[in-house]
């Protein structure tokens, strides 16, 4: 089922899109407003597949080819790596993106949203 981008996938999404180098990451700065969710991991670590319309859209036209343009390590308390969040591309579109666990078991795209997105933090 396609649906609109839930919140915690855009705000991980965007902050991962802040370390990709200009130009490539202004033209995927583009499209995630044109992002929909089209599928997410079954096992709940908030993996997301995109669905995007690329008639309404640019690819990034260095891009080509599966890539990973965003890699970002998520930090536990002790400043230790527990996770990752990688971004995909395919052919200059964003394609998906991927929450991955260092040494926790369940870590999930909450877990990340909660260290990465401070402002999103409920005390």
């Not at 992002?35 to 891009?63: H, I, M, N, W």
Request: aromatic residues 8%; hydrophobic residues 40%; glycine residues 8%.
């Amino acid at each position: 089922m396609i649906e609109a981008l839930p919140d915690d996938v855009a705000h991980v999404l965007d902050l991962a899109m802040c370390f990709v180098a200009a130009p490539s990451g202004i033209q995927l700065g583009m499209q995630i407003r044109h992002l929909r969710a089209q599928k997410r991991c079954a096992c709940g670590c908030g993996s997301t597949y995109f669905s995007l319309d690329a008639e309404t859209v640019a690819p990034a036209p260095a891009l080509t080819g599966t890539q990973v343009v965003g890699d970002m390590e998520v930090f536990g308390a002790k400043q230790e790596t527990v996770g990752q969040v990688q971004v995909f591309t395919e052919d200059g579109y964003l394609a998906w993106f991927e929450v991955c666990s260092w040494n926790e078991e369940g870590f999930t795209l909450a877990d990340a949203h909660r260290r990465l997105c401070p402002c999103h933090r409920r005390g």
